[in-house]
């Protein structure tokens, strides 16, 4: 049976998010920390750091969790808040849970799904 594949509008949506998130998450800092020295730090370049702030580049767990140590800050924080009174259905948890076990995990971690 063929994977389902997630809407690209939601996919974009959700990691302009998370880029926002870090971005704000480093100016909050007030210039005590550079583009470049968060860039050295997780071993790339500036420019490629830069594209992870702006939504150009995708970032992954390992990422995000060095980041968040950089920055003094929850990894949670980076991602999309849950609106409230919207949840996950039993379908959708069981089509999730059908398609990653780890991806479920998250979800709760994240408090995406109850």
């Not at 990691?15 to 968060?38: D, F, H, P, V, Y």
């Not at 995708?58 to 999309?80: A, I, Q, R, Y």
Request: hydrophobic letters at 40%; one cysteine or more.
């Amino acid at each position: 049976m063929a994977k389902k594949k997630m809407s690209n509008l939601a996919d974009k949506e959700i990691k302009e998010q998370i880029a926002k998130n870090i971005k704000i998450a480093r100016i909050k800092l007030r210039g005590k920390i550079s583009m470049q020295t968060i860039a050295n730090s997780l071993n790339m370049t500036r420019v490629a750091y830069s594209q992870i702030e702006n939504g150009r580049n995708n970032v992954n767990g390992v990422t995000l969790w060095k980041l968040s140590s950089l920055l003094g800050c929850e990894m949670s924080g980076f991602f999309p808040k849950r609106l409230e009174g919207v949840a996950l259905s039993k379908t959708d948890i069981e089509n999730i849970k059908s398609e990653d076990e780890k991806i479920l995990e998250w979800g709760k971690i994240l408090g995406w799904i109850a």
